[in-house]
């Protein structure tokens, strides 16, 4: 964590436009969400801090796909990250409420500009990246999907809206499997999807459905030394896998 | 068609913010999409003239949604149309080709800002909406969306995208079954759908999988007086047809 000077000098940066990344990350059990501590208590609460989406105003010389690479890396210290966009946020009320502005007002040389948000989205495995908080981001921590603290702007819609698309994204097409270990069980890949989708899902059509993915390959190695029957381990094959991934295969006409 | 008089104040208009609509007419038989003359003729290329989406600046006290619709009534009288954001374009020379920079100093305050374009897409029925083109429109016209004229800006990539977003969309979900007659044969409906996907779909592959779609209903009726063996009249039920569209039931876990 580099120490960070509010500097209100902001060239080059084009006041109205900024980029959103809602960073979601599987550890194996639960989906979660990577957020910033922009250092701010909400002093009327006491000790409760405001988070918020890793996000800042855009270069003038990047395009949009740029500017997201390049602020969650600034901010967080992740880079190599496969970043979709999925919609953009231009409420003209969006920065007006209280604290956000107070916060804008010490990191921003147009305060008072209306700004809208491109936003970008990821799914990534939450315990293989380290986390490097820089810029106003006093750190960058992970928080469970189910359990999100203040946030600022209207980061709260984004992050649904976000957790909308990668649902709706999960039924049509195969999604996460690079998350998992090189070999896994069913069990840990229905964990997955129940972590996306935040569902419980039936066992046994969980697995008629999966194993209709010609991608999926059952190995001859089961688990060992656990308390109950071995689960047997399955691998994916990856170009299969990105096939699939490219094809219309769920309805076609 | 009301006259225009380039305006250099844009008193509330935001300078790096804009929307375009990409209007997809059905007319029974192609797929066609709404283009606004704007009244630029490329001297070097003789009489060709350059076409653009209905598109503008948002206002600073509108929301993105509020601007697409705006801007689509004040350039081509459409209203009431059901708008659905797609993407957002912002690459930083999008403005800056020579036809461009110099329609953009006719009628912008500030024709050298970027701007960042928030995209728009709907599918309409073409022959039952009038157009009246009016501010810097000179026209507003249907275009085949296999041949389209010289267009502004990177309104060709635009399109592109908002195509692949609605061939996306009809392979997850029914679409466009509110552009037929009240009764119709699975014939019209397959014209439907091969305009959309702009491919030859196999007559009884389409049968099979569409009349899968419960919301079809079969009439008593025929066809009547025509050359060929009369076909059969179908409806479709609004509210299984909507329900099902909201529905994820392609590929439920």
Redesign the interface.
């Known amino acids: 964590m580099t120490p960070f000077t509010p500097k209100l000098t902001e060239a080059g940066l ?4 900024s980029v959103d990344c809602v960073i979601f990350g599987f550890d194996g059990e639960r989906l979660k969400v990577l957020l910033i501590d922009r250092d701010q208590v909400i002093s009327a609460k006491g000790d409760e801090k405001i988070y918020a989406l890793p996000g800042n105003l ?1 270069k ?5 796909d740029e ?1 997201a690479e390049r602020v969650l890396f600034e901010l967080t210290g992740l880079e190599d990250i496969f970043l979709e ?1 999925f ?6 009320k969006r920065l007006t409420k209280e604290h956000d502005s107070q916060w804008l007002k010490q990191i921003r040389a147009h305060p008072e500009a ?1 700004v ?1 948000t ?1 936003a970008y989205y990821s799914l990534i495995r939450a315990d293989q990246y380290e986390l490097h908080a820089s810029g106003f981001a006093k750190d960058a921590i992970w928080h469970d999907i189910e359990e999100l603290p203040p946030l600022g702007f209207d980061h709260s819609e984004i992050i649904e809206s976000a957790l909308k698309e990668l649902k ?1 994204k999960s ?2 097409q195969p999604i996460g499997f690079e998350l998992l270990p090189e070999k896994f069980t069913l069990g840990q890949l229905q964990k997955l ?1 129940e972590a996306i ?1 935040n569902i419980e ?1 039936d066992k046994r ?2 697995r008629r ?2 194993l209709k993915m010609s991608f999926l390959t059952p190995l001859k190695e089961k688990q060992i030394g656990v308390p109950h029957k071995p689960a047997r381990y399955y691998t994916f094959d990856r170009d299969k896998y990105q096939s699939y991934k490219s094809q ?1 295969f ?4």
Chains 1, 2 share one sequence.
Not at 14 to 17: A, C, T
Not at 87 to 92: A, E, V
Not at 250 to 253: A, D, K, N
Request: proline share 6%; charged share 20%.
């Open positions: 084009n006041p109205n436009v855009i003038e010389d990047e395009n949009l500017a966009q919609g953009s946020f231009g409420d003209p209306r809208i491109v709706f039924k049509y999807y989708l899902l059509n969980f459905k999966i219309d769920y309805f076609t006409l």
